[in-house]
């Protein structure tokens, strides 16, 4: 277990509608990740921070999602007028102690109705 | 990001030793070799990281030929437990690197 929180765990939501996810890493100076997955897929990249400072951007990162991580310590993830081809799970890493290694949350699964 | 390659599904009985080969041909001299865990709705668990030769811990071995090119992770002894899906990455760990997970290996265990 790694201690990365994530919240909600579950959220359903209606097409056109917001949703924000937050993130809670162990650690605020760490690296924070986030990965979107859908079915039988795996993890795909989304953004990343060091610190406060959002790094590097996937270009599926569209306009309608956006990232923060205030202070570097905990980041959220929003997605405005949600469509029904968001559902997945959105998943939150960090890298932890020394090494690079990426240490994920339980993730937050969303479903777009 | 070098590309990976590996099955898409193993299955096992319990009790044995369970190989994953993963084909990585286009690895960079600074990449490191990951492996990661993953149970249905969870966040993938690491699991182990080497560079060269072989790397070892208390849950599985990592065996990487000189050549780099490919890799192979080892459970022994599986349990039911050990029942999930497995992903080969390959990334250089010292670039705020992220990770292409690729589709997996789905490993099945039965009694």
């Known amino acids: 277990d790694t201690g990365v929180s994530q919240n909600p765990r579950h959220k359903i939501t209606k097409r056109g509608q917001n949703v924000t996810f937050r993130c809670d890493p162990i650690?605020?100076?760490?690296?924070l990740y986030w990965y979107r997955q859908t079915l039988g897929q795996g993890p795909e990249f989304l953004t990343y921070?060091?610190?406060?400072?959002?790094?590097?951007k996937s270009r599926l990162l569209s306009d309608r999602f956006s990232a923060e991580r205030p202070k570097g310590s905990f980041s959220t993830l929003e997605i405005q007028r949600t469509e029904q081809g968001d559902s997945a799970m959105y998943l939150c890493?960090?890298?932890?102690?020394?090494?690079?290694?990426?240490?994920f949350g339980p993730g937050t699964r969303l479903t777009v109705l | 990001l070098a590309k990976t390659t590996q099955p898409i599904s193993m299955d096992s009985y319990e009790g044995q030793e369970v190989n994953i080969t993963c084909s990585h041909n286009?690895?960079?001299?600074?990449?490191?070799i990951t492996w990661y865990q993953q149970f249905p709705s969870q966040g993938p668990r690491f699991i182990i990281q080497?560079?060269?030769t072989k790397v070892t811990n208390e849950v599985a071995s990592l065996f990487i030929p000189a050549d780099r090119k490919s890799s192979t992770l080892s459970l022994p002894r599986v349990s039911l437990s050990d029942t999930a899906v497995y992903y080969c990455?390959?990334?250089?760990?010292?670039?705020?690197?992220?990770?292409?997970f690729g589709k997996g290996t789905s490993l099945l265990v039965t009694p």
């Open positions: 890493a960090e890298t932890g102690g020394s090494t690079d290694t990426q240490y």
């Open positions: 650690s605020e100076h760490n690296r």
């Open positions: 921070f060091q610190n406060e400072a959002q790094l590097e």
């Open positions: 286009n690895i960079a001299t600074n990449d490191y």
């Open positions: 080497g560079y060269k």
């Open positions: 990455l390959v990334g250089d760990s010292n670039s705020g690197y992220a990770l292409n």
